[in-house]
Antibody
Framework: EAQLLESGGGLVQPGGSLRLSCATSGLIFNIYDMSWVRQAPGKGLEWVAGIRANGVETFYSSSVWGRFIVSRDNSRNTLSLQMSALRVEDTARYYCVNGLRISGGWGRGTLVTVSS | DVVMTQSPVSLPVTLGQPASISCRSS???????????LNWFLQRPGQSPRRLIYLVSKRDSGVPDRFSGGGSGTDFTLEISRVEAEDVGVYYCMQGTHFPLTFGGGTRVDIK
């Protein structure tokens, strides 16, 4: 069974940066597109970013475009999300998701809090 | 962006009775490859979301057959034939056809 384990969340000031990671196991990572999805406290789900299996093509929501960068290391089976120019409204639990158009397995998420 | 509109927002149900959730997209969801990328997820209290249905009507492994998905074009439905206690949570539809991908606002299902 696929395991997705996010890390890197924490408290950061507005305007700051943070890098999230997702370590995967139990799946052939380099054949899967991957996504990041977030959920603000008490709110619904918001797709944030996605990346093709070969890492060449990336996609972003309009709310994070130009501030977040999604990347992957297929040799280490890891997915990353570099977040910069963070805003209070970026506060959320960030989930690593196996898949893009057909989003499959989800991790437990890592909590990012943007506050002064 | 494609807007996904779910209804109802809240759905109190009686155990053993059927339930139905609607999801409407602001654009058609048929992709160039002929597939319709419409997924349904359930988020139980305190848990990560779990996919139940993909490609409109395909049930994930381990999902009880009381769950069924249907629809086409811009109108989609998730149906539960007989609600059980473990079905409580928030249901989300999600379209994977057009970037950026988008979710519906969610439907909270609880027991009357």
């Amino acid at each position: 069974e696929a395991q997705l384990l996010e890390s890197g969340g924490g408290l950061v000031q507005p305007g700051g940066s943070l890098r999230l990671s997702c370590a995967t196991s139990g799946l052939i990572f380099n054949i899967y597109d991957m996504s990041w999805v977030r959920q603000a406290p008490g709110k619904g789900l918001e797709w944030v970013a996605g990346i093709r299996a070969n890492g060449v093509e990336t996609f972003y929501s309009s709310s994070v475009w130009g501030r977040f960068i999604v990347s992957r290391d297929n040799s280490r089976n890891t997915l990353s999300l570099q977040m910069s120019a963070l805003r209070v409204e970026d506060t959320a639990r960030y989930y690593c998701v196996n898949g893009l158009r057909i989003s499959g397995g989800w991790g437990r998420g890592t909590l990012v809090t943007v506050s002064s | 962006d494609v807007v996904m509109t779910q209804s109802p927002v809240s759905l109190p149900v009686t155990l053993g009775q059927p339930a139905s959730i609607s999801c409407r997209s602001s654009q058609g969801l048929v992709y160039d490859d002929g597939n319709t990328y419409l997924n349904w997820f359930l988020q139980r209290p305190g848990q990560s979301p779990r996919r139940l249905i993909y490609l409109v009507s395909k049930r994930d492994s381990g999902v009880p057959d009381r769950f069924s998905g249907g629809g086409s074009g811009t109108d989609f439905t998730l149906e539960i034939s007989r609600v059980e206690a473990e079905d409580v949570g928030v249901y989300y539809c999600m379209q994977g056809t057009h970037f950026p991908l988008t979710f519906g606002g969610g439907t909270r299902v609880d027991i009357k």
